[in-house]
């Protein structure tokens, strides 16, 4: 505007899918183009931490940057012998999801948290073909837990005949 300040018409703060907290970053939409140039390359602070401000991406250009992203991801998809893109796969960490049971949410973390120690070895790597089922009951046996995979996909109207269960063990502590 003509009295040095810019015009701000809105102010969204990106969230967390998961966490549902604010991830760090926002976007700020101001009244003109002039506007947002004039405050891209001032130093912004807050709490004592020197801010980044960028322009934001326009249709075009995201459409761009997406593609490039997808196409990095695919070749990293390609490369990734470790099968690392599947680590996080069917992870719940949010309080909302565990019907806000904290002990469950705090035991998820604790296994994320060894998981991602143990992936910092190269030698470790993620199957794609085997799952790890934690908390199951002290007495389950192997039988009980093939029985309950089954019917659960059955229930979830999953066709067995894409399914091939090799194998199903309960691995117990002695």
């Not at 140039?37 to 997406?66: H, S, W, Y």
């Amino acid at each position: 505007s003509s009295n040095g300040q810019a015009r701000i018409q809105s102010c969204r703060l990106v969230i967390d899918r998961i966490s549902r907290h604010p991830r760090g970053s926002a976007f700020v939409q101001f009244a003109s183009s002039e506007d947002a140039e004039k405050c891209v390359n001032l130093p912004f602070t807050i709490q004592g931490q020197q801010l980044q401000l960028d322009m934001a991406l326009g249709r075009g250009e995201l459409v761009k940057a997406k593609e490039l992203r997808d196409k990095k991801n695919e070749n990293n998809k390609k490369n990734d012998q470790r099968n690392l893109s599947l680590a996080n796969y069917g992870v719940i960490l949010n309080l909302d999801e565990l019907d806000g049971n904290e002990n469950d949410l705090r035991k998820r973390q604790n296994l994320e948290d060894v998981k991602k120690q143990k992936l910092k070895d190269p030698l470790f790597f993620i199957s794609p073909t085997r799952l790890t089922i934690h908390n199951l009951p002290p007495n389950m046996e192997d039988e009980q837990l093939r029985k309950l995979i089954v019917e659960t996909l059955k229930k979830d109207k999953i066709p067995m005949k894409d399914i091939i269960l090799n194998e199903c063990r309960v691995m117990k502590k002695n």
